[in-house]
């Protein structure tokens, strides 16, 4: 069996870390396959120095991998809001993209504003069930480098029982090449707390067992066309953080696994979990409306009770604290309390000008 995959990367102002990424895709073992980058909206020139690279025009440089001149050109095919609503051109362009090597193809949409994680991969998620052969979808950051095999020890996985939905690989910190990021997920439904495994431990083969999950990282999410047929794409209110983990849960509750697999790597450039007071805000706000979304009743009350009788108080004491000493500003104390009351309010309050 060869089953077909398509592998959907979003980029917001982001070109070189999507070059990089780019070109490790392009040097994998695996053949049947395509890529479809999504422009949120950037305002960098990303899709022109994106196809200045397909052209051949834009080397990259990489610690991981030497840059490869001999798949260039690359055929783009770029595609406007407008465009994705012309189905004689989409029509033309689907035979073209049946046909050529997977290294040797870039789809590429460009959206008019920036629709966050979530909105992004479902505009990609859309054009990739609707117009390209394909059995399986891989959601991956554009800031991450893929390991060649990855793909493959990914597939090798999930078609090996029906039940399997979601699958994510063992991923490392881009700059320390053998210490683990993530090594699969399990949240805490009484209290809403995720806990990724192995993070910040050196690689010693302690997680080199295959095994099931709560939730696959988003920075490398694998995933069966069939499930997403039937549980739909990600819920676009979350915006940024918590979507994967809201998908991989309506995957379980449909009868479907989310499953870790070792064998397949990538590197991630993995940023501060909370470096600005917006992303403390999505954060916060979007572990409440996960709960209250996808908890039972006796977990979603255990979680307010943790959350707003002891989370709640003790999170703003530490941002007052390091406030006074300077360490961080008021706002960060501002963002989780309106993230928290917003959170409450599913769907109906977010900050202002999120996009």
């Given at each position: 069996?060869?089953?077909?995959?398509?592998?959907?990367?979003?980029?917001?102002?982001?070109?070189?870390?999507?070059?990089?990424?780019?070109?490790?895709?392009?040097?994998?073992?695996?053949?049947?396959?395509?890529?479809?980058?999504?422009?949120?909206?950037?305002?960098?020139?990303?899709?022109?120095?994106?196809?200045?690279?397909?052209?051949?025009?834009?080397?990259?440089?990489?610690?991981?991998?030497?840059?490869?001149?001999?798949?260039?050109?690359?055929?783009?095919?770029?595609?406007?809001?407008?465009?994705?609503?012309?189905?004689?051109?989409?029509?033309?362009?689907?035979?073209?993209?049946?046909?050529?090597?997977?290294?040797?193809?870039?789809?590429?949409?460009?959206?008019?504003?920036?629709?966050?994680?979530?909105?992004?991969?479902?505009?990609?998620?859309?054009?990739?069930?609707?117009?390209?052969?394909?059995?399986?979808?891989?959601?991956?950051?554009?800031?991450?480098?893929?390991?060649?095999?990855?793909?493959?020890?990914?597939?090798?996985?999930?078609?090996?029982?029906?039940?399997?939905?979601?699958?994510?690989?063992?991923?490392?910190?881009?700059?320390?090449?053998?210490?683990?990021?993530?090594?699969?997920?399990?949240?805490?439904?009484?209290?809403?707390?995720?806990?990724?495994?192995?993070?910040?431990?050196?690689?010693?083969?302690?997680?080199?067992?295959?095994?099931?999950?709560?939730?696959?990282?988003?920075?490398?999410?694998?995933?069966?066309?069939?499930?997403?047929?039937?549980?739909?794409?990600?819920?676009?209110?979350?915006?940024?953080?918590?979507?994967?983990?809201?998908?991989?849960?309506?995957?379980?509750?449909?009868?479907?696994?989310?499953?870790?697999?070792?064998?397949?790597?990538?590197?991630?450039?993995?940023?501060?979990?909370?470096?600005?007071?917006?992303?403390l805000y999505y954060y916060t706000r979007?572990?409440?409306?996960?709960?209250?979304?996808?908890?039972?009743?006796?977990?979603?009350?255990?979680?307010?009770?943790?959350?707003?009788?002891?989370?709640?108080w003790r999170r703003n004491f530490d941002c007052f604290y390091?406030?006074?000493?300077?360490?961080?500003?008021?706002?960060?104390?501002?963002?989780?309390?309106?993230?928290?009351?917003?959170?409450?309010?599913?769907?109906?309050?977010?900050?202002?000008?999120?996009?």
């Amino acid at each position: 069996m060869n089953p077909n995959v398509t592998i959907i990367i979003i980029n917001w102002n982001g070109w070189k870390d999507t070059l990089e990424c780019l070109e490790s895709l392009y040097k994998i073992d695996y053949p049947h396959y395509n890529v479809v980058l999504v422009d949120n909206h950037s305002t960098d020139d990303s899709v022109e120095r994106i196809e200045k690279y397909c052209q051949g025009k834009l080397k990259v440089e990489s610690p991981f991998f030497s840059y490869d001149p001999e798949n260039k050109p690359l055929t783009i095919f770029r595609y406007s809001e407008k465009d994705l609503k012309d189905e004689s051109k989409i029509k033309k362009d689907k035979t073209e993209i049946s046909v050529l090597p997977s290294n040797k193809k870039l789809v590429v949409i460009e959206n008019k504003e920036n629709l966050g994680f979530s909105g992004g991969n479902n505009v990609g998620l859309e054009y990739a069930l609707k117009n390209l052969k394909t059995d399986y979808i891989l959601l991956l950051n554009n800031d991450t480098v893929v390991d060649k095999g990855f793909l493959r020890e990914m597939l090798k996985v999930a078609v090996s029982d029906d039940e399997i939905g979601f699958l994510g690989p063992k991923t490392y910190y881009y700059s320390k090449k053998n210490v683990i990021a993530f090594a699969g997920g399990l949240v805490n439904m009484s209290k809403g707390k995720p806990h990724a495994v192995g993070v910040n431990e050196e690689d010693k083969g302690q997680y080199n067992r295959i095994r099931d999950v709560d939730y696959v990282e988003g920075s490398c999410l694998f995933a069966k066309r069939e499930l997403l047929n039937k549980i739909g794409f990600f819920d676009t209110k979350y915006f940024a953080y918590w979507e994967e983990t809201d998908l991989c849960k309506r995957g379980s509750l449909a009868g479907y696994r989310a499953v870790y697999v070792p064998e397949a790597r990538i590197w991630h450039k993995v940023s501060a979990s909370f470096d600005s007071p917006v992303k403390l805000y999505y954060y916060t706000r979007n572990k409440v409306w996960f709960m209250k979304k996808n908890a039972t009743g006796k977990e979603y009350l255990s979680f307010i009770l943790y959350f707003f009788g002891y989370l709640f108080w003790r999170r703003n004491f530490d941002c007052f604290y390091n406030s006074l000493k300077k360490r961080e500003s008021l706002d960060r104390m501002k963002n989780f309390s309106k993230g928290a009351i917003h959170g409450l309010m599913y769907g109906k309050k977010t900050l202002k000008n999120e996009h």
